[in-house]
Every structure is written in C-alpha cells, then in structure tokens.
C-alpha cells in the first residue's frame, strides 16, 4: 500500500491551498481517510477525516470552517481543501487510512497506512 500526498507549499495567511493524496494497493475504497500534521516540535494531530463513501466527516476544531475534506473513490484520491489559512497551519500535512467504513477514530494510532508528508507553509 502507498499514499502519495501532494499539493503544500508556501502560502500568505489567508490564503488556500489543496492537497490531493493518491493511494494504491489497497484492495477496495472501503476504508476512512484521514488527514493529520505535524508542526516542528509537536506532536502529530489530526485535521480531517471521511468515511469510505464520502457521506460522513470529521473536523479538528483549529480547522473548521475553514477545510474541507472530499475523496473521490474512482481516482483513489483524498483532497484537503485549506482555505483561510494561518501561520499556525505551517506543519508537514500526512494521509492515511484506517481500515473501516465510517470515521471512529482522531488517534493516530488507529490509522494503518501513511503517505510521506507534504509541507505546508503559511506566511504571516
């Protein structure tokens, strides 16, 4: 299985960014997608998570109203549209799976598959 994330980058404070994540080898779309990041020097968090057919989500409270989570099954992609972004955003943004069909779980520990990280930078 791999998660390809992509789409960070550096941006001003109020503006947007989308990131998309790409995954393979996993058998069915039947699976949680989630988002976390990590800022240096803290501990991974997590931003966003949705079920296998898109119908339920999952904020951190630091994001919403601000991101959007979406997938799109027929192109195993996952997408994190960031909008209203704050230098407090800046952290490295990972994807990952978590072998269910509904979101359970914000811990990290539950999710099972990680992609490499993309970083986000927001400028004040």
């Known amino acids: 299985v791999q998660l390809q994330a992509s789409g960070g980058g550096l941006v001003q404070a109020g503006g947007s960014l989308r990131l998309s994540c790409v995954s393979s080898g996993l058998t069915s779309s039947s699976y949680v997608m989630g988002w976390f990041r990590q800022a240096p020097g803290e501990a991974r968090e997590f931003v966003a998570a949705?079920?296998?057919?898109?119908?339920?989500?999952k904020y951190a409270d630091s994001v919403k109203g601000r991101f959007t989570i979406s997938r799109d099954n027929a192109k195993n992609t996952v997408y994190l549209q960031m909008n209203n972004l704050k230098p407090e955003d800046t952290a490295v943004y990972y994807c990952?799976?978590?072998?269910?069909?509904?979101?359970?779980?914000?811990?990290?520990?539950?999710?099972?598959?990680w992609g490499q990280g993309t970083l986000v930078t927001v400028s004040s």
């Open positions: 949705i079920s296998w057919r898109g119908g339920g989500t």
């Open positions: 990952a799976t978590d072998r269910t069909i509904l979101v359970r779980s914000t811990a990290s520990s539950d999710y099972d598959y």
